[in-house]
């Protein structure tokens, strides 16, 4: 039941009332007399004691809790908060000369061109490129260039970039002249008090089992899944199959590994019913390739406008998810969404995969980014 809370005013109010009915001579609570001096000043005390009793319902309930006070509270279940999760991907070292061979070392630093996003070259023994011997991915004489696995330095959404943001080598590596990454990084930031809370009470909800909120519990808390969807009682081809269900996650990059299904796989196996078959599938991806011109107000510099238009454009259809298609309507609102209002006076020549029409995903499918083309 929530707390009846008075003002200052109120109290003081309140104990003027409670003096005066008494009927005795002592009722001066002008501003500046003795008496009133005392109730303000027993008022004062009572509002800080209310404070700490409006501090301490809010710390005893998951509901009002935040920060780490919620992370106390939900760890007595032995709940925790998901953590960050850091960027990774593929970044190609080429070189303009390739007589002599060249060595990318493990912990090797590159970084955006402003310096404020960097990565880490990390271990991968299945690169056919790695040497255990030269503690690094060789890239032999006779061949310009070698694709590695980097890592970001920081947590969370600060590591992400987009396609090409990566162009610059943070230390010197003897014959390698750039770096570059075709394809999009991106990561999970901390989880938010209010994404915890409602994975909470999805965990206690999922303390049953077999139910369709444990198996998207099981999802959530791993972390790593971007978007999914659950079908029910139809097979992956669309045929009736009841007592089955099937999924399709996607970490984010719209081609997950097999190993990220894998773990998907197992998550759910901990949570769902005896003899209820099930299988994980990763989503089949539908290209959105976008083309407009754009017409920018005097004075405004056309190439910055443009590139903002392409990234925003870029970022926004690859977190639509699994299973949301494209609104072709709202290429513009995120074309204009992207540079501020006065900066683009006009949008024309919009084409959605050289149409008009929107683009539709079924829950088997996601939309990303194919070439976006704006002028």
């Known amino acids: 039941m929530p707390l009846n809370v008075q003002t200052f005013t109120q109290i003081v109010q309140q104990g003027a009332a409670a003096v005066q009915g008494t009927g005795q001579a002592l009722v001066d609570f002008?501003?500046?007399?003795?008496?009133?001096?005392?109730?303000?000043?027993?008022?004062?005390?009572v509002m800080w004691i209310q404070g700490l009793i409006l501090q301490v319902a809010a710390l005893t309930r998951a509901a009002t809790s935040n920060g780490s006070d919620l992370d106390s509270w939900c760890a007595d279940f032995g709940f925790t908060r998901l953590a960050a999760t850091y960027a990774?991907?593929?970044?190609?070292?080429?070189?303009?000369?390739?007589?002599?061979?060249?060595?990318?070392?493990?912990?090797?630093?590159?970084?955006?061109?402003?310096?404020?996003?960097?990565?880490?070259?990390?271990?991968?023994?299945?690169n056919a490129a790695y040497s255990a011997t030269l503690g690094g991915y060789a890239i032999a004489a006779g061949t310009s260039s070698v694709s590695v696995t980097v890592q970001a330095l920081n947590a969370g959404s600060q590591g992400d970039a987009a396609a090409g943001a990566i162009n610059t080598l943070g230390q010197a590596i003897t014959y390698?002249?750039?770096?570059?990454?075709?394809?999009p990084f991106t990561a999970n930031d901390a989880e938010t008090?209010?994404?915890?809370?409602?994975r909470f009470v999805a965990w206690l909800n999922s303390l049953s089992?077999?139910?369709?909120?444990?198996?998207?519990?099981?999802?959530?808390?791993?972390?790593?899944?971007?978007?999914?969807?659950?079908?029910?009682?139809?097979?992956?081809?669309?045929?009736?199959?009841?007592?089955?269900?099937?999924?399709?996650?996607?970490?984010?990059?719209?081609?997950?590994?097999?190993?990220?299904?894998?773990?998907?796989?197992?998550?759910?196996?901990?949570?769902?019913g005896f003899t209820i078959n099930f299988a994980?599938?990763?989503?089949?991806?539908?290209?959105?390739?976008?083309a407009m011109t754009v017409t920018t107000a005097s004075g405004q510099n056309h190439t910055n406008a443009v590139e903002a238009v392409e990234a925003a454009l870029q970022t926004y259809i690859n977190g639509l998810g699994v299973g949301n298609g494209l609104s072709y309507a709202r290429l513009s609102q995120v074309a204009l969404d992207a540079v501020g209002t006065g900066v683009?006076?006009?949008?024309?020549g919009i084409s959605l995969n050289g149409g008009t029409s929107d683009l539709a995903a079924s829950n088997q499918q996601i939309v990303r980014a194919g070439t976006i083309n704006v002028v």
Do not use: H, W
Request: aromatic share 8%; no cysteine.
């Open 88 to 126: 990774t991907g593929q970044v190609t070292f080429s070189r303009f000369s390739p007589g002599q061979q060249a060595v990318i070392p493990v912990g090797a630093v590159v970084q955006t061109s402003d310096g404020t996003q960097q990565y880490a070259v990390t271990l991968d023994t299945t």
């Open 30 to 45: 002008t501003v500046g007399s003795i008496l009133r001096a005392i109730m303000e000043a027993n008022a004062a005390i």
């Open 193 to 198: 008090d209010s994404a915890m809370r409602v």
């Open 280 to 290: 994980v599938f990763g989503p089949t991806v539908v290209t959105a390739n976008v």
């Open 176 to 183: 390698v002249d750039t770096v570059t990454n075709a394809s």
């Open 209 to 272: 089992k077999a139910t369709l909120v444990a198996i998207q519990y099981a999802i959530a808390q791993m972390g790593t899944v971007a978007s999914y969807t659950i079908t029910a009682n139809y097979a992956y081809n669309g045929a009736v199959q009841n007592g089955y269900f099937y999924v399709v996650a996607d970490d984010g990059s719209g081609s997950p590994s097999q190993g990220f299904l894998n773990n998907v796989y197992a998550a759910i196996q901990l949570v769902v």
């Open 344 to 348: 683009i006076t006009t949008i024309t």
